[in-house]
């Protein structure tokens, strides 16, 4: 698909068939992730890739928005052991949601659905989805990426609008 078509027909998705997603895309997938930008190049991420129903669940439960069904989850985490130092650090944040959407791009291109549920900085998600994947200290898990075969199909959209352009010449 040409990049400015996959631009537009990325939306988020929310309802999913039960078929898996195959382990080629879902490399696919974590490729594009990590072909993003990142502060200093640090890649401080790291991607937690889960099909397991049980773990599923806990991710379903573990944030007030997250309830998806879907048959994959990818649980994008910064690595705070990476980041930079000091008041720089909060960089991971950006460097995890520039991966974060190339994932999602990746996933429309491939015929996917994916949608991104938010978790840091929310304290009680973090703490649940921490716990679901018994992640150590110096993780922190930016999101939950819901992903699959979509059984729902919402319409590309164009939110483009010149009054949010500020054109200094
Ligand atoms: C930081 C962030 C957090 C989000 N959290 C959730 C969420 O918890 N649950 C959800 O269903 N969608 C979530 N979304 C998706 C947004 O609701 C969605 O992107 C927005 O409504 C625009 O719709 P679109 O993605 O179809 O263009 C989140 C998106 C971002 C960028």
């Known amino acids: 698909m040409e990049l ?10 929310r309802k999913f068939t039960e078929e898996p997603v195959s382990e080629e895309d879902v490399l696919k997938l974590l490729h594009a992730g990590m072909s993003g930008p990142s502060a200093c190049n640090k ?8 099909t397991n129903p049980e773990i599923l669940e806990k991710l379903r439960k573990a944030a007030r928005f997250s309830k998806i069904t879907a048959p994959l989850a990818i649980v994008v985490c910064g ?16 460097d995890c949601s520039a991966a974060t959407e190339n994932i999602l791009l990746r996933a429309t291109d491939l015929g996917l659905g994916a949608v991104w549920c938010g978790v840091h900085p929310m304290k009680t998600a973090e703490k649940n989805v921490r716990e679901a994947l018994s992640l150590p200290e110096k993780l922190v898990p930016l ?13 590309p959209r164009d939110q483009f609008s010149e009054k949010k352009i500020h054109f200094i010449k």
């Open 43 to 50: 890649t401080p991420w790291e991607f937690f890739v889960v």
């Open 4 to 13: 400015n078509e996959v631009l537009l027909k990325r939306r988020s998705v």
């Open 143 to 155: 999101n939950i990426i819901h992903i699959g075969h979509p059984s729902e199909n919402p319409e």
């Open 79 to 94: 690595n705070l052991s990476k980041a930079l130092p000091s008041q720089l650090s909060p960089f991971w944040i950006q």
